[in-house]
């Protein structure tokens, strides 16, 4: 219904680049080249680079929160419609928007495209050892595994894997627990933390 009344279904706009100015670039050299009308941010600050790009055209913006954390009394300044990640975050946006008389006529949450039988009922072909071998040539240790998606920005307060290294590293050297990390992602940080991980002697743990 967000989309049905707004007119037109979003640009997607989703930018690793760290300065708002470029990202407001990006967003507004797509917006022009696919005649964009709506546009979707799903970072706090997408959210900061769109506004500027509102500035100069006529663009609608639809705005995911996705943690439940305090948020300015501008934030949601200026937007169309906000999506939450849950109805709790829905609702504290609802409340927000209440308290602040931003005006916003659409805040809902989207629940997860996924069909959750197909996980509750999935059965493996083969030894996880074997799979992780075969396919990205890890070794699998009798130990804990901590698996994350690992969005390598430099920015430390998106995700601060440092800080998961190094309590690793206290865990395996100061605790006498070893775990085995795994990081889904790949981003600007990596060599960084390659490099982190060889100071820390945990080559074979991450």
């Known amino acids: ?76 300044q200026g937007i169309d419609a906000a999506i939450g990640v849950g109805p709790h975050i829905a609702n504290m946006l609802r409340q927000h928007n209440n308290e602040y008389k931003h005006g916003i006529k659409y805040i809902d949450f989207i629940p997860p ?41 430099a920015d430390r307060n998106h995700k601060n894997h440092p800080l998961l290294l190094y309590a690793l590293h206290k865990l395996m050297y100061e605790k006498n627990k070893p775990v085995q990390i795994m990081l889904a992602g790949d981003g600007p940080q990596r060599q960084e933390l390659e490099a982190l991980v060889q100071e820390l002697k945990l080559t074979d743990y991450v």
Do not use: R
């Open 1 to 76: 219904s967000i989309l049905k009344d707004l007119g037109q279904e979003p640009l997607l706009f989703s930018s690793p680049k760290q300065s708002i100015a470029a990202i407001a670039a990006d967003i507004y050299a797509a917006c022009v080249a696919k005649k964009c009308k709506v546009v979707l941010a799903n970072t706090a600050k997408n959210l900061a680079a769109t506004k500027l790009v509102a500035q100069e055209l006529p663009i609608k913006i639809i705005y995911t929160h996705h943690m439940h954390i305090p948020i300015g009394p501008d934030h949601l």
């Open 113 to 153: 495209f996924f069909d959750e039988e197909k996980f509750l009922n999935f059965k493996a072909s083969q030894a996880k050892e074997t799979f992780f071998k075969e396919t990205f040539g890890i070794t699998l240790k009798n130990m804990p595994i901590i698996c994350t998606i690992a969005n390598m920005y």
